[in-house]
């Protein structure tokens, strides 16, 4: 089971709020924790955080997990000290209202809440319906527009406020466990690799500003230039009432990572993964992925330069987008050893060209 420091590091990691374009305070906290292993260690003029092992190899494996968040971003003061947002990713508008919220100001956090009109106050129509975010606003307890900006300004990131705790014996709850949980596997397979004999440079890309685009992964990946990558992030599970089964397969929590066969995963390094979780009795789930390409940083990988052969590995996930995501640890460690078990046995004279294999 995950403990000691590196239980330590993946609370810390949680409880850091980074909203896409604003990751300061998360790639803060991985770079702390990696230079204390990584041969090389930089972040780049984007945010992200590359943590480098065996630099001098020239076959390269890259793993990618996103520590940006989603979050909102302020746009309007109004004159009663109300303040009104965007969103900053993939919001679900019916779990907003009623959030406790932390906006990110240059001399601090400044706590508040999301409200809107009053359910008694709506008309039966609008009960049925999700409250627009224009018709939504943050309260930080200011009585007037002069209070409110002398704490925030107009384009001051907001976050959801850290909520880490655990779930019974092996599940954990937070905010922005999409994809905090992947850039934390990322961290712990390199943490791994650092003690062995590599016969490959492997690079641990904490990425940014996926959750707009997979704008982090594209600028790592190309400057990398990765013979293999990796992305690790987090997958939809099916063990919940009127989860759709026949487009998503059957995925439960605790049962392993997924192993996903869209158009992004390299079918040669897919049955390489394969064969190593059967070799060493690691656990794994088969996933057709939750479309047919794209989505996560391995899509805008595999298309770097001319091209890289590329896998996702995805944490299986409850409740994702929203204020309470819920992955269980066991999935968590059995993605580490999947991945620290392949990338041990590359020879770095391998070819992932289909149809050659």
């Known amino acids: 089971m995950i403990k000691g420091k590196s239980f330590a590091f993946l609370e810390q990691l949680l409880n850091c709020s980074g909203p896409s374009g604003f990751e300061e305070e998360t790639a803060a906290v991985y770079r702390d924790y990696l230079g204390g292993f990584c041969d090389e260690l930089y972040t780049d003029v984007m945010g992200n955080t590359v943590g480098i092992l065996n630099p001098g190899a020239e076959f390269k494996v890259m793993l990618a997990g996103h520590y940006d968040e989603i979050g909102f971003q302020v746009v309007y003061i109004a004159d009663d000290g109300l303040i009104?947002?965007?969103?900053?990713?993939?919001?679900?508008?019916?779990?907003?209202?009623?959030?406790?919220?932390?906006?990110?100001?240059?001399?601090?956090?400044?706590?508040?809440?999301?409200?809107k009109k009053p359910?008694?106050?709506?008309?039966?129509?609008?009960?049925?319906?999700?409250?627009e975010l224009t018709d939504m606003w943050i309260d930080i307890g200011a009585e007037s527009k002069e209070e409110a900006e002398a704490l925030v300004r107009v384009g001051d990131p907001v976050a959801y406020k850290s909520n880490f705790s655990r779930l019974g014996k092996n599940r954990i709850k937070s905010k922005g466990m999409d994809d905090k949980i992947g850039a934390f596997v990322v961290a712990e397979v390199l943490k791994v690799l650092s003690k062995k004999k590599l016969n490959v440079a492997v690079y641990g890309v904490g990425t940014v500003?996926?959750?707009?685009?997979?704008?982090?992964?594209?600028?790592?990946?190309?400057?990398?230039?990765?013979?293999?990558?990796?992305?690790?992030?987090?997958?939809?599970?099916?063990?919940?009432?009127?989860?759709?089964k026949k487009q998503l397969g059957d995925i439960e929590m605790g049962k392993g990572p997924e192993l996903n066969r869209s158009a992004d995963n390299n079918e040669i390094l897919g049955r390489r993964l394969r064969?190593?979780?059967?070799?060493?009795?690691?656990t794994y789930q088969e996933s057709p992925g939750h479309r047919a390409s794209g989505g996560?940083?391995?899509?805008?990988?595999?298309?770097?330069?001319?091209g890289v052969a590329t896998a996702l590995i995805s944490v299986p996930n409850r409740y994702m987008h929203t204020q309470v995501e819920v992955c269980d640890l066991r999935d968590?460690?059995?993605?580490?050893?999947?991945?620290?078990?392949a990338i041990a046995e590359f020879a770095g004279t391998e070819s992932f060209i289909p149809g050659l294999d």
């Open 119 to 131: 359910i008694h106050m709506l008309k039966p129509k609008e009960r049925d319906q999700a409250v």
């Open 209 to 244: 500003q996926e959750e707009l685009g997979l704008r982090g992964a594209t600028t790592s990946a190309f400057g990398i230039a990765p013979d293999v990558g990796f992305a690790i992030d987090v997958g939809f599970t099916t063990d919940l009432p009127d989860m759709p």
């Open 296 to 306: 996560t940083d391995t899509a805008t990988m595999q298309l770097t330069r001319s």
């Open 84 to 115: 009104y947002f965007r969103a900053n990713g993939g919001i679900d508008k019916l779990t907003v209202p009623g959030t406790d919220i932390e906006i990110m100001t240059e001399s601090g956090k400044i706590p508040g809440v999301i409200g």
């Open 332 to 341: 968590v460690e059995d993605a580490i050893k999947l991945l620290s078990k």
């Open 275 to 282: 064969a190593v979780a059967k070799k060493h009795k690691i």
